[in-house]
């Protein structure tokens, strides 16, 4: 035998029957060789190869066309100001600092394997700190610096949500919250002699003063489900808005105090039903504490069918039966999914409805599209943010009329009857986009399909 | 005077304001920085002219009205434009050259109409071409033909620098072959429909491979075929250039069924590209994509024409990668260092060899980091691409690779052949060698461009000197042979 035998190795998910139109680059071709790396990541910037494959994928720059909102366009820019050959203008630069949804998707798709979030969350801090903030973010600031929330609203209130009968489930693990901090301060009871089984949920800004619907929703489920859980009392914002955009020196103050205040109670698990919120624990504060935060993470959409797979729990959607599901299809929230990895549970909690059917749209997963409201696109280019998410409700509808071509699903209906997500964020910017464009089409959250249903014991059947 | 000349700048601000939208109109200094210039990751200096010349706007038409109203002011205001799309040339030919406004037409990204019976699609110039072949998919159809750059690169940029070699052009024939007609926006800002055949002064066959002189392109209708239902891809090593040709040649020339895609390659570029790479030194791939009898003729006839020559076949696996990763190990050169250097030659097939013999003993000794490989293109040519990986920290090596690449330019042109890609850093070749095709050019963009504001510097114009090109080439190669 000559020398040709190369290997017996066998490539993934090989898809060779017509032209390679879909996808960009392939994270899983194994056989190519790796790029060059470079030890400082803030500098990642440096390995770009202007190849311009993240620009097919940026929502911003499909909307804008501009070529300094998608990643490799931002590139340059930094490349240029790296070697001096442009000024940095605090006032004309800030476009190109933030007009970025950071959603990542630029990353899955590069072929050097740039951390684009990681180079461009630095490139805000860089901006800031040379003076480059716009006003709408200095706003923000101040809110949160003065109130401990984005919203100019007095942190006394920030549990007025659960409060005078609007969510009793919530005012009663408030209750609990309050009373495992008064016994922890007393010294009645030690942190490490907490139940192991509790576990406190972190409402989040939004939620708390903005979404009430959201944190309603997650105590009624969780107490329905049977759920050993507190409100933490005296949370404050965890500062994913200001990490988000690069305002780090007060969020790091907020990130201590929040960590202090649950190791303090000798809490061993933290839920979430804010999708940033969980991903700015899962990130920054991990990364803070060197991964040793001392008590677990857990998106609502992780510990739900965990909990409910351990207690032989399932869920019937109240308003539709098995045998006429509910059509959905899923939204993955950027900071639930490429930030945190989280893709698989919240589609086993979908599974675990009775009544309620998912469908996929075109892009998902790792290649999800971003809903437009992140990275503080919204707040500060609010019109870009709807039509980004008008794009994100076109494809739902199209989803939907891709699977009534299906043989297998011809009973299905044309339209999606609701687009569902876990994220607070993308759920309003849906919401405010579906308002305008797509009246029909309700936008929720998960939880809010949860709260409509029967907990039920699988032996109950 | 200086309050004079804002007052104008801001007057033509506003009118094209008026005529596209704010939004889609600017003068902010970074974007201008982005968008001028193509996607090369060449050092900034090593495109001089880029500093000299920067853009006063980059403008987004939204359609043909839009791009035309845009070029006749700028034609009221005497404004320099330039045209452009993806900018994955990486020939600068992107380059504001002139300074003025840059029209960018990936705005104007709509598939206007597709007939499935016809098979052919209209859509707007500035459409992706990932776009294009997802919306003509949906429909059964596929484009006949798209470069590999297609997931990252636009329609317009394709049909006006030739759209000779890619996917698809051994089978069905260049990107000429497959339009049936362009709306042209000229730059007095009137509209041509040209179509094959359709008489008047500017032809279908002048504006493919114009690079925009006569104006910017806004609308294309292209024939497209049918998806296919049965893919094949045969790959072979070979030991020596001659066999790996004469294979190559009989795969490109089978009437059976003709390739989709045909390559080949050293093993230097397999090398650059993959961890695990086929043994011998020359590889040839080809995929076949048509009806299932069909490739499966195509199949036997490969591996009759291999077995003749000494072939040996490689891995299934491998193919398979290679396929799926077309478009991505060109790119892969580039993630391996700092500078990748490239020049691309259009050649004969029967005179690959001839090339190969003049380009090897120059990479003998690997004098620096190298590569080849070839493309199938139409008409019996084939697209060679010589690499260089480098670094513009190494000077010496920089350019004396660039040197090695213009002598292998003067060889093809000196044997009738020529160069595949021509943008602006290049265009002296046109003016050294191909005088016939500049006169005829010139004449045309003196009727139609008179002041030689559109897409200036591009084929009839060159913006680099020769005698210093020729200098620096002489002097890089001799330092760099010394060092």
């Not at chain 1, 005012?171 to 002699?193: H, Q």
């Not at chain 2, 045309?444 to 591009?458: A, F, G």
Request: hydrophobic content about 35%; proline content about 4%; glycine content about 6%.
């Amino acid at each position: 035998m000559e020398e040709n035998k190369m290997s017996d190795k066998k490539s993934k998910d090989l898809i060779t029957t017509g032209p390679p139109s879909g996808g960009l680059f392939s994270p899983q071709q194994e056989n190519l060789i790796k790029p060059l790396t470079t030890e400082d990541m803030t500098q990642d910037y440096l390995r770009c190869i202007q190849c311009g494959y993240c620009r097919d994928v940026c929502r911003v720059f499909n909307v804008t066309f501009r070529e300094t909102d998608y990643a490799g366009g931002r590139n340059r820019i930094l490349k240029s100001l790296n070697k001096k050959e442009i000024p940095f203008d605090p006032e004309t630069i800030q476009d190109v600092v933030y007009r970025c949804m950071l959603c990542g998707n630029c990353a899955e798709v590069c072929p050097v394997g740039i951390d684009t979030v990681h180079v461009f969350r630095n490139f805000r801090v860089r901006a800031v700190n040379g003076g480059a903030m716009p006003e709408k973010l200095k706003k923000v600031r101040d809110s949160v610096v003065e109130f401990a929330n984005p919203f100019m609203e007095e942190g006394t209130k920030r549990h007025d949500w659960c409060k005078g009968n609007a969510c009793d489930e919530g005012y009663v693990a408030w209750e609990r919250g309050v009373g495992l901090y008064r016994k922890i301060k007393s010294g009645e009871l030690k942190p490490d002699e907490v139940s192991p089984n509790l576990v406190a949920y972190f409402i989040g800004c939004t939620s708390a003063f903005r979404n009430n619907e959201l944190s309603s929703a997650t105590c009624r489920v969780l107490d329905a489900m049977g759920a050993d859980f507190i409100v933490i009392p005296e949370e404050k914002c965890c500062g994913s808005v200001l990490f988000r955009t690069g305002v780090d020196d007060v969020a790091t103050e907020l990130m201590k105090y929040n960590i202090d205040l649950i190791r303090k109670a000798g809490i061993k698990e933290v839920i979430f039903s804010c999708a940033g919120c969980f991903s700015t624990f899962s990130n920054e504060y991990q990364e803070y504490t060197h991964h040793n935060l001392g008590f677990k993470l857990s998106h609502v959409t992780q510990f739900i069918p965990r909990f409910a797979k351990e207690h032989g729990l399932y869920f019937k959607y109240k308003l539709r039966s098995k045998e006429d599901p509910l059509k959905i299809t899923y939204h993955d929230p950027c900071h639930l999914a490429r930030y945190c990895d989280v893709y698989e549970e919240p589609r086993d909690l979908i599974s675990m409805i009775e009544g309620i059917s998912l469908s996929e749209m075109q892009y998902n997963k790792k290649m999800s599209h971003c809903c437009g409201a992140g990275g503080g696109v919204r707040a500060l280019y609010g019109d870009e943010a709807t039509s980004i998410a008008d794009s994100r409700l076109d494809e739902t509808v199209e989803c939907w009329d891709e699977i009534n071509e299906d043989r297998l699903l011809e009973a299905v209906e044309t339209k999606a009857e609701s687009l569902v997500s876990a994220c607070v964020f993308c759920k309003n910017n849906l919401s405010n986009a579906a308002s305008q464009f797509k009246p029909d089409l309700p936008v929720q959250d998960i939880l809010q399909i949860l709260e409509n249903c029967d907990v039920k014991r699988k032996d109950e059947k | 005077m200086s309050q004079k000349k804002i007052t104008e700048f801001e007057k033509y601000t506003n009118e094209l304001k008026e005529i596209v939208s704010p939004s889609h109109v600017t003068t902010d200094p970074y974007e201008i920085e982005a968008a001028t210039g193509d996607l090369s990751i060449l050092p900034k200096y090593h495109y001089k002219f880029k500093e000299e010349h920067i853009a006063t706007h980059i403008v987004r038409p939204n359609n043909t009205d839009q791009f035309s109203a845009v070029m006749k002011l700028c034609k009221d205001y005497m404004l320099p434009v330039t045209v452009r799309a993806a900018g994955t040339s990486c020939y600068s030919a992107s380059t504001p050259t002139k300074g003025g406004v840059v029209i960018d037409v990936r705005r104007m990204n709509k598939v206007l109409e597709i007939d499935s019976e016809k098979m052919t699609v209209k859509c707007q110039a500035g459409i992706s071409w990932l776009k294009l072949i997802q919306a003509l998919r949906a429909k059964g159809l596929a484009p006949k033909c798209y470069p590999t750059s297609y997931k990252s690169s636009c329609l317009s940029g394709f049909v006006v620098t030739s759209g000779a070699a890619g996917i698809g052009q051994i089978k069905f024939g260049s990107i000429y072959d497959a339009l049936n007609a362009v709306t042209l926006v000229k730059p007095d800002g009137s509209v041509s429909r040209i179509q094959k055949n359709s008489g008047g002064e500017i032809t279908l066959a002048d504006i493919t491979g114009s690079f925009g002189i006569f104006g910017g392109i806004s609308e294309v209708e292209l024939n497209v075929t049918t998806l296919k239902t049965s893919m094949e891809l045969v790959g072979y090593g070979f030991h020596t250039m001659e066999q790996a040709s004469e294979f190559y040649r009989l795969l490109k020339s089978n009437s059976i069924d003709k390739p989709f895609y045909l390559s080949l390659s050293d093993k230097k570029f397999e090398g650059f590209s993959h961890v695990t790479i086929p043994s011998r030194p020359f590889f040839v791939y080809a995929v076949f994509y048509d009806d299932p009898e069909v490739t499966a003729k195509a199949l036997a006839f490969s591996k009759e024409s291999a077995d003749k020559l000494g072939g040996l076949e490689i891995d299934k696996w491998y193919l398979e990668e290679k396929w799926r990763d077309v478009a991505d190990v060109e790119l892969n050169l580039g993630r391996l260092c700092n500078n990748p250097i490239f020049q691309e030659y259009w050649i004969s097939d029967e005179k690959l060899e001839a090339f190969y013999e003049e380009y090897a003993p120059k990479v003998k000794d690997d004098k620096y980091r190298n590569a080849m490989y070839i493309m199938g293109g139409s008409n019996g040519k084939s697209r060679i691409k010589l690499f260089g990986l480098s670094d513009i920290e190494k000077s010496l090596e920089f350019f004396g690779i660039k040197a090695n690449l213009h002598k292998m330019a003067q060889w093809s042109y000196k044997n009738g052949e020529g160069i595949y890609s021509c943008g602006v850093v290049n265009t002296f070749y046109y003016h050294l060698f191909n005088q016939e095709k500049v006169q005829h050019m010139q004449k045309l963009n003196n009727s139609v461009d008179p002041d030689d504001r559109v897409n200036s510097y591009r084929i009839i114009k060159t913006k680099m000197r020769l005698w210093r090109i020729k200098l620096l080439f002489i002097v890089a190669q001799t330092l760099f042979r010394w060092a």
